[in-house]
Nanobody, 126 residues
Framework: QVQLAESGGGLVQAGGSLRLSCAAS????????MGWFRQPPGKEREFVAS????????YYADSVKGRFTISRDNAKNTVALQMNSLKPEDTAVYYC???????????????????WGQGTQVTVSS
């Protein structure tokens, strides 16, 4: 089992920044790809960013490229999402996610992930 807990959400004005953090426990964190997803009001959950086990490879949704940065600290079992130049359309519940061991497939898809945090609300006002 893997437990994930997000923090850092809140209310921010457009153009502002927030840093989300996800604390993971339950298995060897450093061996796992990690991902961030978001679910805007009334919409499906969508991919935001992912990072490989050692941090050497990252992927971003086109809508956040150049504004968001995913990073991880394997010594602390945490993964972060730095969000800059926030827009009202970034308003959503943000989720941290982890796959089962030996999962294959694309880390940009929901199906790749088995474990999810409870989410943290990000609201960007115009």
């Amino acid at each position: 089992q893997v437990q994930l807990a997000e923090s850092g959400g809140g209310l921010v004005q457009a153009g502002g920044s927030l840093r989300l953090s996800c604390a993971a426990s339950g298995r060897a964190f450093s061996s796992s790809v990690m991902g961030w997803f978001r679910q805007p009001p009334g919409k499906e959950r969508e991919f935001v960013a992912s990072i490989s086990s050692m941090g050497g490879a990252t992927y971003y949704a086109d809508s956040v490229k150049g504004r968001f940065t995913i990073s991880r600290d394997n010594a602390k079992n945490t993964v972060a999402l730095q969000m800059n130049s926030l827009k009202p359309e970034d308003t959503a519940v943000y989720y941290c996610a982890a796959p089962s061991t030996l999962t294959i497939g694309s880390p940009t898809t929901r199906a790749f992930y088995r474990y999810w945090g409870q989410g943290t609300q990000v609201t960007v006002s115009s």
